[in-house]
């Protein structure tokens, strides 16, 4: 059965966000190659030998995978969509939210809402938006 997995483009830093985001949510990165390593030496794009070009990270049968843009074509930066997590108590939230938000910016602070006993809304150091939850939601 298919599964809807993300897939992150970062511009020069994805190797960092990839190590934050395994440490921030007790996830294992499985892989992380960069352009430089790719077999074909005709898939490095110049100056982009040390950018990845692919990295999976999962976290309970959860998939996030993520790349580097090449040298000369980085993105605008993320926007148009979040990443959500949720977590079955409001301390395991607050405490990967203050994780989150150090280096970001607080879009909504984390707290109780109709729909969930804890909820709010980050932008992280790398750009990602993030709704993070938790205790009973609807």
Known sequence: ??????????????????????RTFGAKVDMMMTY??????QQCPAGSSDRIM???LT??????MASDTPKGQENAGMSGF??????????????????LADGGKVMMPLGKTFWSESFGMLTDR???NWMIAGGASM
């Open 126 to 128: 790398y750009g990602v």
């Open 59 to 64: 976290l309970q049968g959860s998939t996030l």
């Open 36 to 41: 430089g390593q790719a077999p074909d030496p």
């Open 82 to 99: 979040g990443l959500s997590m949720n977590y079955p108590t409001v301390d395991e939230a607050k405490g990967v939210f203050d994780a």
């Open 1 to 22: 059965m298919p599964l809807f997995d993300a897939y992150l483009f970062f511009n020069g830093n994805c190797a960092d966000a990839m190590r934050f985001y395994e």
């Open 54 to 56: 692919h990295a999976h």
